[in-house]
C-alpha cells in the first residue's frame, strides 16, 4: 500500500539494531534498554516510558520489568494497546544476524530471535511512523513482556491497571501479517512421582517394585483409553503429552540395570480450547496411574506410592470474528489488499493472559519463520507488511 508512509529502511534499521542485543527469556535488562534509546531516537519523550515491576513477582530470576509506552492520542477514541515480547528462546543465544537478499539468517549455529524481535521493531516503527506524519491515531499504550517464552510471565504476572483500560489489543508475535490469531488454547500441566521399592533385579525382582513399570502400564492405559496425544471425545477435544520421563533431577529413571527401579519422575501436558476438558485430560491421566499403581506390587502385596498433581498453566479464549478487535484486525488486513485468514492457535499466547486480564487480543505476524530452530528466518518483505499493518490498525477510523 503506497498510501501507508513506511520508512521500509528505516524499520528494518530498527531490527537489525534489536537482532544485535542478546536477551534470552528471564534477561531482558539490555533489549529493554535497546528499545528505550531507539524510542528517544525517534522522539518519544523519557516521560512516556515505563517499566512496571512484574519480575518481582514473576516466580523465577527476571532482570527487568514489562516495558510501556504510552502515546496521546491527537484524535478521540478508545485507546488501543500494541503488544509483542522482549524475550528470545535460549537457543538464539550468541546469534549473528545478516541479511541475505530479501531475509534475515543466523549463521546456522543458532536461532535468530525474528520471534520476537520483528514485534520489537514492528512497534517502534510504528510510533516512528506516526510521529513523523503525525497520523491521526486515538491514545496508544505499547507493551513489551518479558519472559513469554518462559511461561508467558511477563503478560500473566503485570498489573490489569497498567494497560490503562485499553479497548483492544493487536500482538505482534506471527508470520504472516493476512494471519489473524483470534484464539487459543488453554493447558494445563500435570506432573507424577511415583515412588517404588529397590531390589536386586537378578537375585530378588519380586521383592521391588518397579516404578518403572507402574509408568509404561499408566501411559499405557491413558492410550488405550484415547487420551495420549490428539485427544477426540465426543464431549471435547485437545491434546497431552507426558513430555519428561525421569528420574530425580538430572538423573535418568532408574540406574543400573540389576536393580529394580525405585523412582520415576513425569512431568505432562494437556491443552484444549476448554480449560474444564484440559483438566479433563489430567483427571483420566490420574485415573490411570491409579490404575496402575494398584496392578503392580511385591511379593508381599505391597504397592508403589504415586503423587499425582495438576495444575492450569494458561486460559484458553477465543474472540468472535464480530467482536471489535477481529472486525478492526480483519479491515486492516483488508485495506492492506491482502484476503484476512483468522486462526485458532494451539499454542499459548501473552494474548491468553492479555484476554484475561480483559482486553480483547489479535495476535498478528510480521516475518518471523521456522521460529525456535537454527533455520530461523525473517522475510523482510512479510515483515515490511506487518508494520504497515500496525499502522493501519492505529489510525483505521472504523
Ligand atoms: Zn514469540
Redesign the pocket.
Known sequence: MNSIPLDVQAAEEHLMRFLAVEGVTGEEAAIGQAVVEELKKIGVPASAIRFDTVHERIPLPTQTGNLYVDIPGNRPGPRLLFST?LDTVPLCAGAKAKREGDKIVSDGTTALGG??RT?CAVLVSLVETLLKHNLPHPPITLLFTVR??SGLHGARELKPEDLKDAAMCFNV?GKLASELIIGAVGQENWDVEITGKAAHAGVAPEKGISATLVASIALTEAHRGGWFGKVTKPHGKGTSNPGIFGGKPGKPAGDATNVVTDYVHIVGEARSPELTFATEICQAYRAAFAKAQAEVTDAGGAKADVKFTSKPSYPPFNLPADSPAAARAIKAVESLGLKPITIFSNGG?DANWLVKHGVPTVTIGAG?YE?HTIKEYIDLPEFAQGCRLAILLATLDF
Open positions: 515480547h520471534d520476537n514485534g513469554e517464552e508475535d499466547l518471523q521460529i
